[in-house]
C-alpha cells in the first residue's frame, strides 16, 4: 500500500473512535435529562439524517477540491457539534451537527481509496479500513463505556486546573471533553494525507441541477447488474447494523441484567466480531468472487433471531477458567453468540462494499457514488431506527422485536440472492444470444 493510505487510515480511526464513544456519552446525557426511551434511537437518526438530506451535494463538495482537505473541513464540523453538547445544546441537536459533518465526511473518506489505489487493490483496503472503522468502533464503544463510569466519572470531574472555571460538572460532560481532543488529534492527522492529483470537471454549484445530476447517478448505479445488488446489500447491512446497536443495549439490560456502561461492552464485542470477518474477507474473498458471499447474511439474520431465546437465568451460574481470568459462563456464551454474528457481518459486506465502490468509480466519479450509497444507505438507516423507536415506544417485548428483526433480514437478503440468479440467468441468456448471431 502507499504510505498515504495509512494516514487516511489513522485519520479514520481517531474521527470513528470520537464518533461511537460520543454516542455512548450522548446516551448517558439523556439518561441524565430523564429523556423517554425512545428518544434513544432518534440519537442515531437524527445523525444519519444529514447523509439523507445532503446526499445530492456532498459528492459534488467531495470531488470540488483535494479530498484531504475535504476531510479535514468536515472533521472541524464534528468538534464543533461535539463542543456544542458540552455546552448545553440539546444532545439530538448536537448529534445532528456531528452527523453533518460526518456525511460530508464519508465521500471523501471512501472515494480517496478509488483515487489511491487500483481496482485489485479494493478488497485488500476495504478490510483494512472496515477492519480499522470496526475496531474504532470497539473501542470508542467500550471508550464511552469507561469514561461514564462512576470510578473515572469521579477521576476525571478530580482535575483542577488552576484560574480556569470548565463548567464540567457531570459525569458525560466530562467524556464529551475527553472526546473533542480525540477529534483534534483526527484533524491533524487530515492535514498529513496527501494530495492524490485526481481532479475533477468543474463541479456544478445549481443546488436544482445537482438534484438532478444526483438523480441521474442514482439511477445509473440501481441500473447496473452488479452495482444494484451490492447497493441492495450495504442499504440493509448499515440500516441493520445501526439498529442492531440499540437492540444490544437493551438486550443486554432484559437478558444479562447489564447496565449502560457494561452494555456497551457488548456493542464492542459485536464489532470485534465485525472486524474479524472483515480482515478474513480482505485475505479470502477476491473482487471477482464477492457475490458469492451472499448466503452469510441470511445465516446473520437467522443468528440473530436466536438472542430472543438467550437469558443468563438459563446458564448455570459458575465460572469458567481462561487461564489469565475467569468469566461467568453466561457472558462467555453471550460473547462467542454476538462475535459470531458480528463476524458473519464483516465477511459479507467488505467483498459488497468493494464491488459498490469498483461499480461506482467505473461509472461515476468517486465522491457521487459514495454519495448515491451514502443516501441508500442511511435512508434504510432511518426508516429502520424510526420502526425500531416505534416498537420501544409501543412497549413491545425486546424479545419479539429481535425476532422481528432477524426475521426482516433473513427474508430480504433471500430476496436479493433470488434478484442476483435472475440478473445472472439474464446475462447468460444475452450473452449466449450474442454468441449465436456473431455464428
Given at each position: ?271 470485534f466480531g465485525v472486524a474479524g470477518g472483515a480482515v478474513w474477507a480482505a485475505a479470502r474473498v477476491p473482487l471477482k468472487k464477492a457475490l458469492n458471499v451472499l448466503i452469510y447474511g441470511v445465516i446473520m439474520g437467522a443468528l440473530v433471531m436466536l438472542m430472543a431465546i438467550y437469558r443468563k437465568d438459563l446458564i448455570p451460574d459458575v465460572a469458567v477458567n481462561l487461564g489469565l481470568f475467569k468469566i461467568q459462563l453466561h457472558l462467555l456464551i453471550a460473547y462467542v453468540f454476538l462475535i459470531t454474528i458480528g463476524w458473519m457481518s464483516g465477511y459479507f459486506v467488505v467483498p459488497m462494499n468493494a464491488l459498490l465502490q469498483h461499480r461506482g468509480h467505473v ?77
Open positions: 500500500m502507499k504510505p498515504g493510505f495509512y494516514t487516511i487510515m489513522a485519520a479514520q480511526f481517531f474521527s470513528s473512535l470520537a464518533d461511537n464513544a460520543l454516542l455512548i456519552a450522548a446516551i448517558a446525557l439523556l439518561y441524565q435529562l430523564h429523556a423517554p426511551a425512545w428518544m434513544t434511537p432518534l440519537l442515531k437518526l437524527f445523525f444519519v439524517l444529514s447523509y439523507v438530506l445532503l446526499a445530492a451535494f456532498v459528492g459534488a463538495f467531495a470531488d470540488s477540491r483535494p479530498k484531504g482537505r475535504v476531510m479535514f473541513l468536515t472533521n472541524s464540523i464534528k468538534i464543533v457539534g461535539c463542543l456544542a453538547m458540552l455546552f448545553s445544546a440539546h444532545p439530538l441537536l448536537a448529534y445532528a451537527i456531528v452527523g453533518f459533518g460526518a456525511a460530508a465526511y464519508s465521500p471523501a473518506k471512501y472515494g480517496i481509496l478509488t483515487e489511491l489505489l487500483p481496482a485489485e487493490k479494493l478488497v485488500v483496503a476495504n478490510g483494512w479500513i472496515e477492519g480499522l472503522t470496526v475496531g474504532s468502533i470497539i473501542l470508542g464503544t467500550v471508550l464511552g463505556g469507561v469514561l461514564i463510569s462512576d470510578a473515572v466519572t469521579l477521576s476525571l470531574l478530580s482535575i483542577d486546573l488552576p484560574r480556569f472555571e470548565t463548567g464540567i460538572d457531570t459525569g458525560p460532560e466530562a467524556a464529551i471533553a475527553v472526546i473533542a481532543f480525540i477529534y483534534l488529534i483526527a484533524a491533524l492527522f487530515n492535514l498529513r494525507i496527501p494530495d492524490t492529483g485526481a481532479r475533477y470537471p468543474q463541479q456544478e454549484k445549481n443546488p436544482i441541477k445537482l438534484i438532478k445530476d444526483f438523480e441521474h447517478c442514482f439511477k445509473t448505479l440501481w441500473n447496473d447488474r452488479l452495482g444494484q445488488i451490492s447497493l441492495a446489500v450495504t442499504t440493509l447491512f448499515w440500516g441493520a447494523g445501526a439498529t442492531l446497536q440499540f437492540i444490544v443495549l437493551k438486550w443486554a439490560e432484559y437478558a444479562l441484567g447489564m447496565n449502560l456502561s457494561q452494555g456497551a461492552i457488548l456493542q464492542a464485542v459485536v464489532a461509472l461515476l466519479s468517486a465522491g457521487h457514488s459514495i454519495a448515491v450509497q451514502n443516501f441508500n444507505e442511511n435512508l434504510s438507516v432511518l426508516s429502520m431506527l424510526c420502526l425500531y423507536a416505534l416498537l420501544i415506544w409501543l412497549d413491545v417485548p425486546i424479545s419479539i422485536v429481535i425476532v422481528l428483526f432477524g426475521s426482516f433480514v433473513c427474508l430480504v437478503m433471500i430476496q436479493i440472492m433470488r434478484w442476483h440468479r435472475r440478473n445472472q440467468a439474464e446475462y447468460d441468456s444475452l450473452h449466449l444470444i450474442g454468441e449465436e448471431k456473431h455464428h
